[in-house]
């Protein structure tokens, strides 16, 4: 509902949050935490994978939470590929672009999901 409402209001995609927006964003983000009765959430990571071939390259990324009853939940939560460039080029340049590819993909992520600060370590109460 977010997003079609900034459709609406004819917002660039990377226009910034509207400042009525940002508490449903923020409640969003909360409540995410929470589904499927996983529980409250005592650590937040994220982990990203990249590789490459002949063909190609890319990455993945998976949040993983860990709940106050020690159960541990993953999940996709972006994944980005390119095919190769139709100039050879060598398979260690590859997985630099796509390690690339997952060093920006780990900043956006860590910004737009606001949990920079909780990375690799309990969340704050």
Same mark, same amino acid.
């Given at each position: 509902?977010?997003?079609?409402?900034?459709?609406?209001?004819?917002?660039?995609?990377?226009?910034?949050?509207?400042?009525?927006?940002?508490?449903?964003?923020?409640?969003?983000?909360?409540?995410?935490?929470?589904?499927?009765?996983?529980?409250?959430?005592?650590?937040?990571?994220?982990?990203?994978?990249?590789?490459?071939?002949?063909?190609?390259?890319?990455?993945?990324?998976?949040?993983?939470?860990?709940?106050?009853?020690?159960?541990?939940?993953?999940?996709?939560?972006?994944?980005? !590929?390119?095919?190769?460039?139709?100039?050879?080029?060598?398979?260690?340049?590859?997985?630099?672009? !796509?390690?690339?590819?997952?060093?920006?993909?780990?900043?956006?992520?860590?910004?737009?999901?606001?949990?920079?600060?909780?990375?690799?370590?309990?969340?704050?109460?």
């Amino acid at each position: 509902m977010i997003l079609q409402r900034m459709c609406q209001d004819r917002a660039d995609w990377d226009d910034p949050l509207p400042d009525d927006l940002r508490p449903d964003w923020e409640r969003w983000k909360v409540e995410l935490l929470k589904l499927n009765g996983l529980g409250q959430a005592v650590s937040v990571q994220l982990h990203h994978f990249s590789d490459a071939s002949f063909s190609g390259y890319g990455q993945c990324s998976y949040v993983r939470l860990k709940t106050t009853d020690e159960k541990v939940h993953c999940a996709l939560v972006m994944a980005k !590929a390119r095919v190769a460039p139709l100039k050879p080029v060598t398979i260690p340049r590859l997985e630099l672009q !796509a390690a690339t590819i997952s060093a920006k993909v780990s900043k956006v992520l860590e910004t737009e999901m606001g949990y920079k600060d909780i990375i690799f370590g309990r969340i704050p109460r």
